[in-house]
C-alpha cells in the first residue's frame, strides 16, 4: 500500500536557520503530495502542494519538489521564525485517501 | 467563504456509550472526508464520502460509522465507546479526486 515516511523529530533551530524536512513515498503511480502544518490546538492547514513530477510547491518561504527519482517530497525554508514552530506532515492522496507521516515537531528559538 | 466547520470542539464521554460527530464541508465541496489523531498511532484515515456514497474507508471496527446529507455536511458516529477512543477527530472537505483537502479544527473527544 501507499505510504509516508518522515524525518523524526523533534528538530530545534534558532531564528533565521535554514530548516529541511525530509520526506520520502511509496505508492503505485504518481499520487499528489502535500505539505500540512499544524499548530497547537488546531487542525490541519495546507501549506504547499505538488500534483506531478518536477512540480515545485511553494508557499510562505516554504518549498518542496516532487521527484519521481528519489521519490522524495522535502520541505525546505532558507530562514525560519519563531512563528513557524509546529508540527509539519508530508502527505499524499490515493483513492480518496490522504496517507500521511508521522509528522516532524519543530521548534524554533528566539 | 467560510472555512470546514466540525461541532463540537469539545466532547467527553463515558465508556459505552455512543457520540455523533459533526462537519459542515466548504461550500460547494462534495467530498468529506474523516481522520483520527492519536499521539500513538499519528493521523489514521476512517473514511470518505461524495455526494452521500462512501468511496473509501479506513481500517476501523463497525462500531466507526458515517454518513453524507445532500447538502454534504457529515456526520461521524461511534458507538459503544472504548478509551482507547480518545482522540482528536478532524473532517477535511475537498472539491474530490486529487485535489487538496482542507481541514477543520477538529473534535476533541475524551472518553473516560
Known amino acids: 500500500g501507499n505510504s509516508v515516511t518522515q524525518m523524526e523529530g523533534p528538530v530545534t533551530l534558532s531564528e533565521e536557520a535554514f530548516l529541511t524536512i525530509n520526506c520520502t513515498y511509496t505508492a503505485t503511480g504518481y499520487p499528489s503530495l502535500f505539505w500540512y502544518v499544524q499548530y497547537p490546538g488546531e487542525g490541519l492547514q495546507l501549506l504547499l502542494k505538488?500534483?506531478?513530477?518536477?512540480d515545485k510547491g511553494s508557499n510562505k518561504g516554504f518549498e518542496a519538489t516532487y521527484r519521481k527519482e528519489t521519490t522524495s517530497f522535502h520541505l525546505e525554508k532558507g530562514s525560519v521564525q519563531v512563528s513557524d514552530s509546529a508540527v509539519y506532515f508530508c502527505?499524499?492522496?490515493?483513492?480518496?485517501?490522504?496517507?500521511f507521516g508521522a509528522g516532524t515537531t519543530v521548534t524554533v528559538r528566539a | 467563504k467560510a472555512g470546514v466547520t466540525q461541532t463540537p470542539r469539545y466532547l467527553i464521554k463515558t465508556r459505552g456509550q455512543q457520540v455523533t460527530l459533526s462537519c459542515s464541508p466548504i461550500s460547494g465541496h462534495r467530498s468529506v472526508s474523516w481522520y483520527q489523531q492519536t499521539p500513538g498511532q499519528g493521523l489514521q484515515f476512517l473514511f470518505e464520502y461524495f455526494s452521500e456514497t462512501q468511496r473509501n474507508k479506513g481500517n476501523f471496527p463497525g462500531r466507526f460509522s458515517g454518513r453524507q446529507f445532500s447538502n454534504s455536511r457529515s456526520e461521524m458516529n461511534v458507538s459503544t465507546l472504548e478509551l482507547g477512543d480518545s482522540a482528536l477527530y478532524l473532517c477535511?472537505?475537498?472539491?474530490?479526486?486529487?485535489?487538496?483537502?482542507?481541514f477543520g479544527q477538529g473534535t476533541r473527544l475524551t472518553v473516560v
Open positions: 502527505a499524499l492522496i490515493d483513492d480518496y485517501k490522504l496517507s
Open positions: 505538488a500534483t506531478k513530477a518536477d
Open positions: 477535511a472537505s475537498s472539491g474530490g479526486g486529487r485535489t487538496e483537502a482542507f
